[in-house]
């Protein structure tokens, strides 16, 4: 696995990035659709969106 990292870092890749995306993925549907739903109200209350 931290070979596939350094080689995508050495590709350009965000490695930060990929590995929230990898985390991500491993979520169930649902879940990860009630998280962004939730993470959407708070930076809505906080004028960030």
Same mark, same amino acid.
């Given at each position: 696995?931290?070979?596939?990292?350094?080689?995508?870092?050495?590709?350009?890749?965000?490695?930060?990035?990929? =590995?929230?995306?990898? =985390?991500?993925?491993?979520q169930?549907?649902?879940? =990860?659709?009630?998280?962004?739903?939730? =993470?959407?109200?708070?930076?809505?209350?906080?004028?960030?969106?």
């Open positions: 696995m931290k070979e596939t990292y350094a080689e995508a870092k050495a590709l350009g890749f965000d490695t930060k990035v990929l =590995r929230q995306v990898v =985390r991500i993925r491993k169930d549907r649902q879940e =990860r659709e009630e998280q962004e739903m939730v =993470r959407d109200l708070y930076l809505h209350a906080l004028g960030e969106i």
